[in-house]
């Protein structure tokens, strides 16, 4: 006589699922790792080029305050601009 109950199939059904979940994070972690160790390179890449700007005599400071103001919009920009000139005026720093 053959099992005909429904738990085998839904046992099935479930080991199926619980391979397919598995499969998936794995993948996801794995991609995750994977662009944390471009994100460390990349990192190491951008140290070695501050480097080489500091011993050519440029002021690392000031490059990336500049490589951080280029992000930003003219507006943007000139707001945080006056803001700051603002607040140095009333600490008395001009």
Do not use: C, H
Request: proline share 1%; no cysteine; net charge negative.
């Amino acid at each position: 006589m053959q099992d005909m109950s429904p738990n085998t199939d839904s046992n099935a059904d479930m080991s199926a699922l619980q391979q397919t979940t598995q499969a998936q994070l794995k993948s996801i972690v794995e991609r995750v790792e994977r662009l944390e160790e471009e994100r460390k390179a990349l990192g190491a890449d951008i140290k070695d080029i501050f480097s080489e700007a500091k011993a050519t005599g440029f002021d690392v400071k000031a490059l990336r305050r500049i490589i951080s103001l280029r992000k930003k919009d003219k507006n943007e920009r000139l707001e945080e601009e006056a803001i700051l000139q603002l607040y140095m005026s009333a600490l008395g720093m001009e």
